[in-house]
C-alpha cells in the first residue's frame, strides 16, 4: 500500500453524523492531508471522525481546518495520529469550537489528537478568532449635546409646531380603547412666584396691652369732691347711690 491521497473540501458547512468520516488514511505509507474550508460551520456528531493516521511506519497527514464555528459531540474526533512514524499536524482557525479538545491519546470524548506510539507527536495549532467587540460601535461625542436646544429646533422647523410640557401621563390612549380615569395629576406650575408674594402680604397681629373697659358698679367722691365712677368686684350697685348718682348734674 502507499501514501494516502490529498482532500480538499471548498463548501459552506459540512454535517457528519452517524459516524461520518472524512478520511486520508493509509496501512503502511504517509498519511495523507485534509483541507476544509468552510464559511459557515463543521458539525462532528455520534461517533464522526476526520482522520489522517498512519497505521504503519508512516507519518500522520496534516488537517488544516478553516471554519467560523466547529463542534464535535458523541465521540466525535479529529485525528493525526500515527503508529511508529510521527504524528501530523493539526491546524485549526476558528471563531468558536465547542465540545472538541485538545488530548494526548483517544478518549471517549471529543478530541483533537496528532499523537504517535513510537515517533514524535504532531504539532495541534487551534486559532481562536474572536469577534472584536468594538468593530460595531459608535464613538460618541466627547461633547454632550443640550436637548432643550433640539426640541426648540424641531419645533422651529415646522412653524405649526408647538410643544407643550404637560407633566406625567404619556400619551393620549387610543380612542378606540377604554379609557383609564386613574391618571396622576401633577401640579407643574412654578410656585415660588407665588408664595413669594403671599410672604409680602402677610397679616401682621399684635396683642394690645390696654386694660379692658369695665363697666363701672359704684362711684367716690375723690379730694377734689368730684364723683369718680369706679369698677368694684362681688360689690352690686346699691339703690341710693344709682339714685343719687342720677341726680347729678354732672
Not at 479529529?78 to 488530548?103: C, K, S
Not at 412654578?190 to 397681629?205: F, G, I, M, P, W
Amino acid at each position: 500500500m502507499g501514501d494516502a491521497g490529498k482532500i480538499q473540501i471548498n463548501a459552506n458547512s459540512v454535517t457528519l453524523n452517524n459516524q461520518g468520516q472524512v478520511t486520508a488514511t493509509t496501512a503502511s505509507g504517509e498519511g495523507g492531508n485534509i483541507n476544509l474550508n468552510l464559511q459557515s460551520d463543521l458539525i462532528l456528531r455520534n461517533s464522526s471522525l476526520i482522520d489522517t493516521e498512519a497505521l504503519d511506519i508512516g507519518n500522520g497527514g496534516n488537517i488544516t481546518i478553516n471554519s467560523p464555528v466547529i463542534a464535535g459531540f458523541e465521540n466525535s474526533d479529529i485525528i493525526a495520529n500515527a503508529v511508529e512514524g510521527n504524528g501530523g499536524n493539526i491546524d485549526i482557525t476558528t471563531q468558536g469550537i465547542f465540545g472538541l479538545e485538545f488530548r494526548e491519546q483517544l478518549t471517549p470524548e471529543n478530541d483533537i489528537t496528532a499523537s504517535s506510539k513510537f515517533g514524535v507527536s504532531g504539532m495541534v495549532a487551534i486559532n481562536n478568532i474572536s469577534i472584536d467587540p468594538t468593530s460595531g460601535l459608535t464613538e460618541l461625542p466627547v461633547k454632550l449635546a443640550d436637548s432643550s436646544q433640539k426640541i426648540a429646533t424641531g419645533c422651529s422647523s415646522n412653524p405649526n409646531s408647538t410643544f407643550v410640557a404637560t407633566g406625567r401621563g404619556g400619551i393620549p390612549h387610543n380612542p378606540s380603547q377604554l379609557s383609564n380615569f386613574y391618571f396622576t395629576w401633577s401640579d407643574i406650575r412654578d410656585l415660588s412666584a407665588y408664595q413669594k408674594l403671599n410672604n409680602n402680604n402677610t397679616e401682621v397681629r399684635t396683642i394690645s396691652s390696654k386694660p379692658a373697659i369695665v363697666e363701672a358698679t359704684d362711684f367716690v367722691r375723690n379730694s377734689k369732691g368730684e364723683i369718680e365712677l369706679v369698677a368694684l368686684e362681688n360689690r352690686p350697685l346699691a339703690t341710693k347711690q344709682v339714685a343719687e348718682c342720677r341726680g347729678l348734674g354732672t
